[in-house]
């Protein structure tokens, strides 16, 4: 079929059509379509027959993830074929609202009787797809963005085991074929064993890698994250772009990561096709990490969540009802608020305090207003933050300090680093040695009786738990929960229910309290518990917490 620059009466558009050409498709050569590229959009228009009903599709160049150029082993046919691959968001069969769905657009090319010609012209259109897709990525609402090296090559670390122990096959399914259609190569890794995941890139030349993925739950993630920071070379380790993509039964982080994208709502097989979408779009944000200090274990860091308490308790109690996967939380809340428990002890924080707020916002304001941009909330701050060499702050403050919670005055005294100099990772600046009171500028909390204390640096605390709102990847802030005993049962089911929507900020709870801080000390009393991170049961006892801005290195889409 004839294939030739576009007539300018053949743009109807607001930009000028780069190619023009008249394919069949590759099942059916009796099907010619007229089909037209321009910087954003690929337009693909029935011809013959005659066209009846919808026949013209206008696919986004931003949906794109993917294109290739090919010949069949067919010697006789001398046609090329040029596949395209786009994941838009589209209505969703059952249900309202909407979710990304995989539009493979497959046409021939046969133009010349020359198959070498055919092919540098399918070539010709796959190049200038693939171009002015990744174009796309580049500017999202006016802001630059950085992006994987092309091509990446990733080591994709799955682990069976996690959530309903479908993750296997949930690559197979969905994943294989994604990063395929985007031309990433990679390299699958099963987990055999706990730990497995924090041994291999502790070892690992990762000189050989652009990215590292993980497909699990966000224990798998939490383990790589410390074997990354556990390196000789943790400096330059710790850089390597992070990829999530939910296989386990909670999925905080993929959660978090496709909020921050600024999509709807999405659970189960439906995140999971975002997540791969993100990731193969490949673009980089930085997160921040949390160093946290136990009683004589070694040091951890934490990309998630620090809780005590009610959270935790569910936590891990809800794991004998892993085989429902998500649900198994919700069963676990309705067992733990049948028995109620108070958990004594003593927190301690370091507030980010206005003066805080606004050294590092006035940054974030620089950005946003290149970004044309009314407020610094939610995703689109993430999309600012790689225009710039050093992540923005997130101005918002919203602190519910408790009438009873006391700060310290300051004295002049310099507070001395932490006790832990020679562990691999960057230095603490905060901390106090944990036999020491807290120091001078910190609030302490007077209450002693909590039902929860839940410290967040991300927007999700599970596929459905939407716990931190106001959370970007690198806001330089831990987000803190408490909840002061004396909450009824029913109290503390609704502040859940709402949370599932992000809306227990506005439930006017009387024992919720919410502050950022930049670093936390808790010291349980009773001698047994349950003290989680990043979902994972650590050390019980006196610990404590600070943050590191921008530390890793996250791909959010």
Not at 40 to 59: A, E, I, M
Not at 186 to 197: D, G, P, S, Y
Not at 536 to 554: D, K, M, S
């Amino acid at each position: 079929m004839d294939q030739r620059r576009a007539e300018p009466e053949r743009n109807t558009g607001t930009d000028p059509v780069s190619l023009y050409g008249e394919f069949t498709l590759t099942g059916n050569r009796k099907v010619r379509y007229a089909v037209s590229l321009t910087e954003r959009d690929l337009t693909v228009q029935r011809l013959t027959p005659t066209p009846v009903g919808r026949n013209k599709v206008v696919l986004s160049l931003k949906d794109c993830v993917g294109c290739r150029a090919y010949r069949e082993n067919d010697n006789a046919d001398p046609a090329a074929y040029l596949s395209a691959y786009f994941y838009p968001l589209r209505r969703r069969w059952m249900s309202s609202g909407v979710s990304r769905q995989r539009v493979e657009h497959c046409f021939r090319l046969a133009a010349l009787q020359d198959p070498r010609a055919n092919l540098e012209e399918a070539d010709k259109w796959a190049r200038a797809v693939r171009e002015r897709a990744a174009r796309q990525q580049y500017l999202r609402d006016g802001v630059s963005m950085s992006e994987l090296s092309r091509p990446c090559r990733m080591m994709l670390l799955v682990n069976p085991q996690s959530g309903k122990g479908q993750a296997l096959t949930l690559y197979n399914n969905h994943i294989q074929r994604m990063l395929n259609e985007a031309g990433v190569p990679h390299t699958l890794v099963i987990t055999e064993r706990q730990n497995h995941a924090r041994e291999l890139v502790k070892e690992a030349d990762l000189s050989q890698w652009d990215a590292l993925v993980i497909m699990s739950g966000d224990g798998l993630l939490f383990e790589v994250i410390n074997g990354l920071l556990d390196r000789p070379d943790w400096e330059e380790a710790i850089r390597t772009p992070l990829g999530i993509l939910p296989g386990g039964s909670g999925n905080a982080l993929a959660a978090s990561v496709h909020h921050y994208s600024g999509a709807a709502s999405a659970f189960s097989e439906e995140l999971l096709v975002s997540c791969g979408f993100l990731l193969c779009k490949g673009l980089v944000s930085r997160m921040d990490l949390v160093s946290i200090h136990l009683p004589s274990s070694p040091r951890l860091f934490s990309f998630l969540s620090l809780a005590w308490g009610f959270v935790a308790d569910v936590d891990i109690e809800s794991e004998k009802y892993r085989h429902v996967g998500a649900a198994r939380f919700t069963v676990g809340t309705l067992v733990r608020l049948a028995s109620l428990r108070v958990y004594k002890g003593k927190l301690a924080y370091l507030p980010a305090t206005e003066e805080y707020n606004r050294d590092e916002g006035l940054r974030n304001n620089v950005t946003l207003h290149c970004n044309n941009q009314a407020s610094s909330i939610g995703p689109a701050s993430v999309l600012c933050q790689l225009s710039r060499d050093s992540p923005c702050e997130n101005t918002f403050h919203n602190s519910c300090h408790s009438n009873n919670s006391l700060k310290v005055r300051r004295n002049e005294s310099t507070p001395s680093r932490s006790a832990n100099k020679s562990l691999s990772g960057p230095p603490d600046s905060l901390l106090l040695p944990l036999d020491q009171p807290p120091p001078a500028d910190w609030v302490v909390v007077q209450e002693e009786d909590f039902v929860l204390m839940l410290a967040m640096y991300q927007s999700h605390l599970a596929e459905d738990l939407f716990a931190a709102p106001g959370a970007i990847p690198d806001d330089g802030v831990i987000h803190l929960f408490y909840v002061r005993a004396g909450i009824s049962r029913t109290a503390l089911l609704k502040l859940f229910l709402a949370m599932e929507k992000g809306a227990h900020l506005a439930t006017n709870c009387q024992h919720l309290v919410y502050t950022k801080v930049r670093a936390l000390r808790l010291e349980p009393y009773s001698p047994k518990g349950i003290i989680t991170v990043d979902g994972e049961v650590v050390e019980y006892g006196p610990l404590q917490a600070e943050v590191h801005r921008g530390l890793a290195r996250l791909i959010t889409g």
